[in-house]
């Protein structure tokens, strides 16, 4: 009867661990100071991907984001020695969320004219009845 405490809780993770996603944010699409898309819902424990394909640009978390990050072609603030400055080229960066909430995010070059929303959705826990012999 020992093991039984271990088996349930490995039965809570699975569920968000086999959902979790890779979203796709492209920064500075056709030559615009833009995020395509820039409202984007997603689920906790999902990762977005900043892709830049032009301008001169970064993404940076506004204040009372449920994850902060900022993020350029330096890679991130607070992530090794990189850094989150804005710059020019082509670069992509990771960030996770694993919590549910709103982040707001905007270019430090542009300024809220260049934002956008990423909402996080709680993964509904399913609880799973079984029978342990
Ligand atoms: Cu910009």
Do not use: K
């Not at 506004?62 to 992530?79: E, H, I, L, M, Q």
């Not at 850094?83 to 430090?108: E, H, K, S």
């Not at 542009?110 to 012999?133: A, C, E, K, R």
Request: charged content about 10%; hydrophobic content about 40%; proline content about 8%.
């Amino acid at each position: 009867m020992r093991p039984a405490p271990l088996l349930f809780l490995l039965t809570l993770a699975l569920p968000s661990l086999a959902q979790a996603a890779d979203h796709e944010v492209i920064v500075g699409a056709d030559g615009q100071n833009a995020y395509s898309p820039n409202q984007l819902t997603i689920s906790a424990g999902d990762t977005v991907t900043f892709r830049q394909v032009g301008g001169f640009h970064n993404v940076s978390s506004s204040p009372g984001a449920v994850t902060a990050f900022r993020c350029g072609p330096n890679g991130c603030d607070g992530v090794g020695a990189g850094n989150g400055d804005p710059g020019g080229g082509t670069w992509q960066q990771t960030v996770a969320f694993p919590d549910a909430g709103t982040a707001n995010y905007f270019c430090d070059v542009h300024g809220q004219s260049m934002s956008g929303t990423i909402v996080v959705n709680p993964v509904p826990v399913t609880l799973q009845s079984f029978d342990i012999d």
